[in-house]
């Protein structure tokens, strides 16, 4: 194997990775393992069983901005996962606005 020592020598994308990486042994393993493939990267970084045992660990103890902010992912999904693994309390419904609902119904005109 050889290795260049001037990354300028390199095509574009590879330059970017030596700039990224500061490892020109790195960029060598990624050209000899993905060289000629296209690689789409998630822009989700993390697994669902990561995510979900994360939100399991943190939910009430940390801001639920800052467990999506550290997931990459939104506050309403961390909610909604959330709920979807029994994190959440269910919503009542206060009895007083029941009792004020059912008092307008009566003297409604």
């Known amino acids: 194997m050889i ?3 001037d990354s300028k020598n390199y095509s574009q994308i590879y330059q970017d990775m030596f700039a990224l990486l500061g490892d020109k ?3 060598m393993k990624i ?5 000629g493939m296209t690689v789409n990267f998630p822009r989700k970084l993390y ?3 990561y995510t979900e045992k994360y939100i399991c660990e943190n939910y009430g ?3 639920i901005n800052m467990i999506s902010s550290h997931l990459g992912i ?6 909604q996962i ?5 994190l959440t309390k269910p919503r009542r419904k ?4 029941q009792e004020n609902k059912a008092l307008y119904k009566k003297y409604r005109i």
């Open 25 to 27: 042994d790195a960029v």
């Open 3 to 5: 290795i260049i020592e």
């Open 74 to 79: 939104g506050t309403r999904r961390v909610m």
């Open 94 to 97: 206060s009895t007083e606005s």
């Open 61 to 63: 103890v940390q801001p």
């Open 82 to 86: 959330a709920k979807e693994l029994g």
């Open 47 to 49: 697994s669902q069983s």
């Open 31 to 35: 050209h000899e393992h993905y060289g």
